[in-house]
């Protein structure tokens, strides 16, 4: 596929940053939850609930805080949804950061971020500096795409077609990354070349055996 690739599009939390699926496992542990118990209230009516809502800019932050702890408290467990929020802004992966720069020396490149209306800029951050930095990173795409702006979010089919579009390309000639498997699958039915990203060193090591591109030093 190397001399085929036209663009390689990104998700943005977890992938260019730490996932907040870790910061949810410390404030489990930390309050006595269950384990993935906080990706559990967000599983529940996946296409419907406070999560996908404010992904959508359906509700604001302050009646998300409501809803979630009301969708947890069904499960068992009152968490307020402003703690998930906090939760939300992850590191940013600084290999990674150059892997995307030596793939945007090469061809297209894009991101399809499902993010929220709340904290500093697109990458959700609560710290002035750390937006900055995330800012820098966001402007080296091509084209982005955010579920928050746009009011459709992955694994709507509709949010990758309009990503090819705006790069002008063929979906069977792109590589997409994602941190999660159901995000992944119309992008393969598509006939992208998809990637699931676990961790960083597989991330990188995978990139590079779907392009051909050496992306680390």
């Not at 001399?3 to 260019?16: E, P």
């Not at 930390?30 to 509700?59: C, H, M, Y």
Request: with cysteine.
């Amino acid at each position: 596929m190397t001399d085929n690739i036209q663009a390689v599009i990104w998700d943005f939390g977890g992938v260019l940053t730490s996932s907040p699926f870790e910061a949810f496992n410390r404030y489990e542990a930390e309050r006595g939850l269950p384990k993935d118990f906080i990706r559990g209230v967000n599983a529940v009516n996946g296409d419907t609930n406070a999560w996908a809502k404010l992904e959508q800019s359906k509700v604001t932050a302050e009646e998300f805080d409501e809803l979630f702890r009301k969708e947890a408290e069904a499960l068992g467990h009152s968490v307020p949804g402003k703690d998930i929020l906090g939760l939300l802004s992850g590191d940013l992966r600084p290999r990674v950061v150059e892997a995307l720069k030596r793939c945007k020396a090469k061809v297209k490149v894009g991101c399809i971020t499902n993010n929220a209306p709340v904290g500093k800029g697109a990458g959700m951050q609560a710290d002035e500096g750390r937006a900055g930095e995330i800012e820098k990173v966001f402007g080296l795409f091509d084209e982005m795409i955010e579920s928050s702006k746009l009011g459709i979010r992955k694994p709507d089919p509709r949010i990758y077609a309009l990503m090819c579009e705006a790069l002008d390309v063929d979906p069977k000639n792109c590589v997409y990354l994602d941190d999660l498997g159901i995000n992944l699958k119309p992008a393969r039915a598509m006939g992208m070349t998809t990637i699931k990203v676990l961790n960083e060193d597989q991330l990188l090591s995978d990139l590079e055996a779907a392009t051909g591109w050496m992306l680390t030093d």
